[in-house]
């Protein structure tokens, strides 16, 4: 399957449309409009000719207000050097964006400590140590890195003293593709799962062709990996529960992840895409469910979850 470059100039729509909103009894609001807002941010994924996987997948975004300012902030991430998945040119840095209130954004990626290291693509925000300021966690090709919101508009790389990004002698480096931050024992300390694709190699990648030219393989040609599960110690430090809880049971090629107490239970579920994993997190252990009827999966691999009859359930 041939593929385009995924290298793009960044944006932020910030209006393309107007609507009007009226309230029974009151007077119409004025229609709200929208206008295209640029952000000079550029995706590099590293597409070479010689094709690779993870250039097909790089990019991911988060919006959230790290400094507190009561107005939403924008975190991009970014590719790397393939070969040596190092950020080895500034033009691979993620970055952040702080929003300056007048419909601009500064580049303050450098003072914030954010330009990364590696190659970079899911994002995932949550204040894991309850100190009111949210902290990043960044997924990526054999790397993932835990960001400590520092609360004075910079980030600490917290990643070794929280014992993440540990080497899995069975299935060599991860990759990571997304995230989520969930309190999954609900103890009210934010928990980290962590969603995986493919085993990867740059010098072993499969080699795939159409006629003469160079193509990307289909994942088929990719064996899977284990999901992650860690609990959140409070300590600053997570647990590795992935083979207790039953997750690393689980081989597969994972793409998104949702997060909702579809059963109204009181436990939050997860969803993970084309499987729904069903957490009864009281016998501490996952079930595999078959099918998710209001599940929907969007094409670029997520899940929407939504309200059926009116009845109150996801």
């Known amino acids: 399957m041939r593929r385009k470059s995924l290298v793009a100039a960044g944006g932020i729509l910030l209006a393309l449309a107007c609507a009007m909103i009226a309230i029974p009894g009151s007077a119409p609001h004025s229609p709200i409009f929208f206008a295209l807002k640029s952000v ?68 303050v990626t450098s003072q914030a400590g954010l330009p990364g290291t590696g190659y970079d693509m899911g994002v995932a925000v949550g204040d894991f140590d309850n100190d009111g300021y949210p902290d990043l966690f960044v997924a990526g090709v054999h790397h993932n890195t835990l960001y400590h919101n520092n609360g004075n508009g910079t980030f600490t790389d917290v990643t070794a003293k929280a014992g ?83 997750i690393r049971n689980h081989i597969g090629k994972g793409m998104g992840i949702g997060v909702a107490d579809y059963d109204r239970d009181g436990r939050p579920d997860i969803f993970i895409e084309r499987h729904l994993l069903h957490l009864p997190f009281s016998q501490s252990r996952y079930e595999i469910r078959g099918s998710c009827v209001p599940c929907r999966r969007s094409f670029t691999g997520g899940w929407e979850l939504h309200r059926r009859n009116g009845g109150g359930f996801p």
Not at 53 to 60: D, E, I, K, V
Not at 80 to 104: I, Q, S
Not at 192 to 198: A, G, M, P, T
Request: proline share 6%.
């Open 164 to 246: 993440l990004n540990r080497p899995d002698p069975e299935f060599g480096p991860h990759w990571g593709v997304t995230a989520a931050w969930v309190d999954v024992n609900n103890d009210g300390l934010l928990d980290l799962f962590v969603v995986n694709y493919v085993r990867w190699n740059f010098q072993n990648e499969p080699k795939c062709w159409h006629e003469d030219l160079s193509e990307y393989c289909n994942p088929r040609s990719y064996q899977g990996l284990p999901n992650e599960l860690y609990l959140n110690k409070g300590d600053g430090t997570f647990e590795d529960v992935s083979e207790k809880w039953g």
């Open 40 to 107: 000079p941010f550029r995706l590099e994924n590293a597409e070479t000719e010689s094709r690779h996987l993870p250039a097909t997948m790089a990019g991911g975004v988060a919006v959230f207000d790290y400094n507190k300012d009561g107005r939403p902030d924008i975190f991009f991430t970014n590719g790397a050097n393939l070969a040596t998945l190092k950020k080895d040119d500034v033009k691979f840095y993620n970055r952040l964006f702080r929003n300056d209130g007048n419909g601009t954004f500064t580049d």
